[in-house]
């Protein structure tokens, strides 16, 4: 059944892109190559303009839309009164290069063949911005980190893409990455539309705790088990000497404030120049981040919930109220989402499907194969992970009444284990495993620079 909250798209559409629309149908018919394809077409009237923000390392339950108690996101939650707020979005890996990679090229990180830190994404992949250059769209990226950099082939598609402030992990970037994408919209061709994706970066570790964005007096719910280990934790990577958890917790939260406030630049930028009421906003994170959920900290060696489920928030064009979708979706669905909002027909294979027409609640599933190898399964509100490295070992939650994941029910619920891991077996059999993955070649001077920005080990 299509959510009654969701119907109103197709009068969106018709409404406010209809003229696109008919230009889309016209521009179908044209041959096009995605990777070599530069000519401008005709600009299509009427097609919104398409914000992409992406927070790296931001867990839903550091803002306030997500029932945050502090002040750490007015900027976000602002966004999100005006929003489809999807509360239960899951990314498809729990680290930055497969999970953005997922979310620009809908398909899983398998099938892109990125597993560990040189794979990159391939130059076969067709990315949203590819897609969307080649109906018209000027297109253009801001990134902050290495894993999304041209390096990594992340530039694929991109008018214009900018990722000098890759500056490592220790460094404070919202200010230039903003300034960077502000920069681009004020250049921009105003007889085409644009894509614009921006990548921040400050939540992510290490934390800087800044003056302006401390929260250490607010009031902290203190979360009931948080420091205790559940039943035989699957890939928590245990710090023992790290900080206390509430330590972390302020420190990133003052990280998520201070982004928190850039992006609140760039948004009334958008509405200073008249673009934000018509323009498509997609606000999103790659992956979460542990806090000793698990006994683990950081990311990218487990997939329990503190690291794959993320904020999404659709801002539709003319939107101006806000709902909440409490149905599992991935970030694999974002794609196909946008292009339907568009109008853009896909003629390439994708895996996601679009939220808003998609005739079922799907399983969702998502995938690491750095540090450990695992595979989770969201669906009927439980949750499945195999560890296959430890003879596929499942584990079994009940997301409704265990949110924190700390009872494995895998030994009692047999029965819809199994249908949880039929899930997976189907998935792994419906989408194609890469031949090859394509890999950054580093030499020694260069691995030792992103050794020093703290990217590589
Ligand atoms: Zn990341």
Redesign the pocket.
């Known amino acids: 059944m299509l959510s009654a909250s969701l119907r109103f798209v197709p009068d969106l559409r018709k409404h406010a892109t209809s003229a696109w629309l008919l230009a889309a149908v016209i521009l179908a018919g044209c041959g096009r190559d995605s990777q070599t394809s530069s000519a401008v077409v005709a600009s299509p009237p009427g097609a919104p303009n398409v914000v992409m923000i992406v927070v790296?390392?931001l867990r839903p339950d550091r803002l306030g839309a997500w029932g945050q108690v502090r002040d750490t996101s007015p900027h976000i939650d602002e966004l999100a009164s005006q929003s489809i707020r999807f509360s239960r979005a899951t990314s498809q890996a729990p680290?930055?290069t497969p999970?953005?990679a997922s979310l620009l090229t809908s398909l899983y990180p398998h099938e892109l063949g990125i597993e560990t830190e040189p794979n990159k994404v391939p130059d076969q992949a067709i990315l949203l911005p590819e897609l969307l250059r080649d109906k018209g769209y000027e297109t253009f990226g801001v990134v902050a980190?290495s894993?999304l950099s041209r390096r990594w082939n992340f530039d694929q598609g991109f008018s214009r893409f900018e990722d000098e402030n890759v500056s490592g992990l220790m460094s404070i970037t919202s200010p230039e990455v903003t300034r960077a994408a502000i920069k681009m919209l004020k250049s921009r061709d105003r007889s085409r539309p644009f894509l614009l994706f921006v990548h921040y970066f400050d939540p992510?570790f290490h934390y800087n705790s800044h003056a302006d964005f401390d929260f250490t007096d607010a009031e902290e719910e203190v979360r009931s088990g948080e420091t205790e280990a559940s039943q035989g934790d699957l890939g928590t990577k245990v710090e023992t000497a790290g900080p206390e958890s509430g330590q972390l917790f302020d420190s990133y939260d003052s990280e998520v404030g201070f982004t928190d406030h850039y992006i609140g630049r760039l948004l009334q930028f958008l509405r200073d120049q008249d673009l934000f009421d018509e323009a498509l906003i997609v606000f999103t994170a790659?992956?979460g981040e542990e806090f000793l959920d698990h006994g683990g900290w950081k990311?990218a060696h487990s997939l329990y919930e503190e690291v794959i489920h993320v904020p999404l928030l659709f801002k539709l064009p003319q939107s101006r109220s806000g709902r909440v979708e409490d149905r599992q979706v991935g970030l694999i669905d974002v794609f196909p989402t946008i292009t339907e909002i568009l109008g853009v027909d896909v003629e390439h294979p994708i895996s996601g499907a679009s939220l808003f027409s998609a005739a079922e609640v799907r399983p969702v599933f998502s995938e690491t194969s750095r540090n450990n190898n695992l595979q989770a399964v969201i669906y009927k509100g439980h949750k499945a992970i195999v560890d296959l490295n430890d003879d596929d070992k499942w584990r079994l939650y009940d997301l409704s009444t265990d949110p924190a994941e700390k009872h494995d029910l895998a030994g009692e619920r047999v029965e819809l284990l199994q249908e949880l891991m039929e899930e997976v077996r189907r998935w792994r059999e419906s989408t194609r495993t890469a031949s090859e993955a394509e890999s950054v070649v580093l030499d020694a001077e260069q691995t030792e620079q992103l050794k020093a920005l703290g990217y590589l080990e």
Do not use: V
Request: avoid cysteine; proline fraction near 0%; hydrophobic fraction near 15%.
């Open positions: 790296d390392t680290w930055t999970s953005t980190s894993f992510h790659d992956h990311h």
